[in-house]
C-alpha cells in the first residue's frame, strides 16, 4: 500500500513569490492535514480538509490556503512569501472517520527555503 | 484549551541504556495522547497512542508509555537504547470533544552514543 506522497521534495522561491505544494493521501483516506514545522517550533497545525471541505483552520494568515480535489489530494498555496515561511511543510491523511483517535499517517514533507 | 510540554529538546543515551523521554500535557477533558517518531529526512510515524482503555500502552519498537492522570504525564519509555532509535520524538494531545486537531510539542531529539 503507497504511503502519503508529497511534492516537491525541496523547493527555493524568493520573498514575494507563490508557491504551491502536492499532497496524496493513502487511497481510502478522506481527511487531509497540513503543518509547518519551523525549526525548533515543532509542527503548527496549518489546514484540515475533509471530502473536499475545509474542516479547520490554525492561526495562520489568509496567504496559506489550499484545496482538496475529488481524488482527496491536496494543495497547500502560499501567497506573498516572506523569509519566515522556510520550513518543513508535512501532509498527513486518515480515515476521515472523524474520530480523535484516528492514526495520521505522514508524508516526507517538503523542504520550503525562501531567500 | 489543550497543550503538550516535552521537558528536554535533547536526551543523550548510551547504547543499551534506558531511554526515557518526558511529556506533560494539559487538558480540560479526557485526553488522547499520541507519540510520534522522525527519522531525519522523514515525515511522522505513529509510535503508540492512549486512548482511555490499558493505562500502559505498547507500541512499535519496544517504546512503550504509561498515562498517569496525576501526574498530567505520558512519558516514553524503552529499556535498551538502539542506534536506530536516534530520530526526532514528538508528543501529541487531542481533547475528546475537541476539534479532532492534535496539539504537538516542540519534539525530542534523542541522541544514542555507541
Known amino acids: 500500500e503507497a504511503g502519503v506522497t508529497q511534492s516537491p521534495t525541496h523547493l527555493i522561491k524568493t520573498r514575494g513569490q507563490q508557491v504551491t505544494l502536492r499532497c496524496s493521501p493513502i487511497?481510502?483516506?478522506?481527511?487531509v492535514y497540513w503543518y509547518q514545522q519551523a525549526l525548533g517550533l515543532g509542527l503548527q497545525f496549518l489546514l484540515w480538509?475533509?471530502?473536499?471541505?475545509?474542516?479547520n483552520r490554525g492561526n495562520f494568515p489568509p496567504r496559506f490556503s489550499g484545496r482538496q480535489f475529488p481524488n482527496y489530494s491536496s494543495e497547500l498555496n502560499v501567497n506573498a512569501l516572506e523569509l519566515e515561511d522556510s520550513a518543513l511543510y508535512l501532509c498527513?491523511?486518515?480515515?476521515?472517520?472523524?474520530?480523535?483517535?484516528?492514526?495520521?499517517?505522514f508524508g516526507p514533507g517538503t523542504r520550503l527555503t525562501v531567500l | 484549551a489543550q497543550s503538550v510540554t516535552q521537558l528536554g529538546s535533547h536526551v543523550s543515551v548510551s547504547e543499551g541504556a534506558l531511554v526515557l523521554l518526558r511529556c506533560n500535557y494539559s487538558?480540560?477533558?479526557?485526553?488522547?495522547l499520541f507519540w510520534y517518531v522522525q527519522y531525519p529526512n522523514q515525515g511522522l510515524q505513529l509510535l503508540l497512542k492512549?486512548?482511555?482503555?490499558?493505562?500502559l500502552v505498547k507500541g512499535i519498537n519496544g517504546f512503550e508509555a504509561e498515562f498517569k492522570k496525576s501526574e498530567t504525564s505520558f512519558h516514553l519509555t524503552k529499556p535498551s537504547a538502539h542506534m536506530s532509535d536516534a530520530a526526532e520524538y514528538f508528543c501529541?494531545?487531542?481533547?475528546?470533544?475537541?476539534?479532532?486537531?492534535?496539539?504537538f510539542g516542540r519534539g525530542t531529539s534523542l541522541i544514542v552514543h555507541p
Open positions: 498527513a491523511s486518515s480515515p476521515g472517520t472523524g474520530r480523535l483517535t484516528d492514526t495520521q499517517y
Open positions: 487511497s481510502g483516506h478522506t481527511s
Open positions: 480538509y475533509d471530502e473536499g471541505e475545509e474542516r
Open positions: 487538558s480540560s477533558v479526557p485526553p488522547y
Open positions: 492512549y486512548t482511555s482503555a490499558a493505562t
Open positions: 501529541a494531545v487531542s481533547e475528546s470533544g475537541g476539534s479532532y486537531i492534535p496539539t
